[in-house]
């Protein structure tokens, strides 16, 4: 027998490989249309069904998101998303009347997801800061971020480094994943 016929032909040793350059993570921010709501829906679903950043336990229709969408477009509030540059919706943020009384008018709750693949990448930073601009721009004096106590550490200390200040605390208010779930509010003024 042939030396050959009974042990495998060696491979010389691999070279090692110069480190390619990593992706760079990029996007566009934009207005919000009716036509980025199913992207914008699928990623809110992700959230409700899967964290306690929302309170939401079933999340809305397309149809009840839609009514949403145009309710906060007649108030003239900002609703911006953001888009990788194939498309791909990576996060939103938009405001939402605080409370439905005229007197608060100019006051709004925030609201920002990213999608799982755009966190720890700057991005939350990117649409929390053209958030609040559009705010001012549109005339709004004050914004709330109502954050969950549990497991939105990474929503506070954004909104800390933004100027919102903890103006709150309230306990076991929402009820999910079979637990408890407290709030904190912040707030911060626009000028």
Known sequence: MLREEYEKPRKPPRLPQKPTEPTTFSWTVADATEADLPDVLALYRHYVRNSVVTFDEKPPTLTQFRSKFRHL?????????ARSPQGTLLGYAYVFPFREKSAFRKTVESSIYLGPAATG????????????SACTEAGLKEIIAVIADQGAEASLALHQKFGFVETGRMGKVGFKFERWIGIILMQRSLP
């Open 73 to 81: 477009q007649k108030l003239g509030y900002p609703f911006r998303i």
């Open 121 to 132: 990448r700057g991005l939350g930073k990117v649409l929390l800061a053209d958030l609040i």
